[in-house]
């Protein structure tokens, strides 16, 4: 019983992380913004719970479920006070300990809190024009 609720979990997970990409899912002004980025190889590392991240995220609002981006840390709430939070191997290894962290492809990276004027600079990417709609 069990391991049939596992199974059924992890396909509900599994198909509910593609649905913010799917049909049902409306266009944001700074999806094609957030494609550019991710097309040019940018990666964002971050932590949801510390105050410049949430900042960094809150920048892209819906359109950050299309940026290639990683949590650094998982929370267990059960855990004991002081340990709740555990580094992920991917930010290990990568060798990430500042947030939040913008990852180039040439391996450079830019710490903190970054505008996305600046990104769009350091990319070439476009920012849609204010007043504009999606459908321009």
């Excluded at 290639?68 to 990568?94: I, M, Q, W």
Aim: include cysteine; charged fraction near 20%; hydrophobic fraction near 35%.
């Amino acid at each position: 019983m069990f391991r049939n609720l596992l199974v059924v979990s992890v396909l509900c997970i599994a198909f509910c992380g593609s649905c913010s990409e799917g049909p049902g899912r409306e266009p944001q002004p700074l999806d094609d913004f957030v494609e550019c980025l991710n097309d040019y190889g940018l990666m964002l590392w971050y932590h949801e719970y510390e105050y410049l991240s949430k900042a960094q995220v809150e920048l892209f609002g819906a359109s950050f479920d299309l940026l290639n981006a990683h949590s650094c840390y998982l929370y267990d709430e059960e855990a004991p006070v002081g340990k709740r939070f555990t580094k992920t191997y991917e930010c290990l290894h990568a060798g990430i300990w500042t947030f939040p962290t913008w990852n180039f492809p040439d391996g450079y990276n830019v710490v903190g809190l970054v505008s996305l004027e600046e990104l769009g600079l350091f990319t070439g990417c476009r920012l849609p024009q204010p007043g504009s709609s999606i459908e321009d």
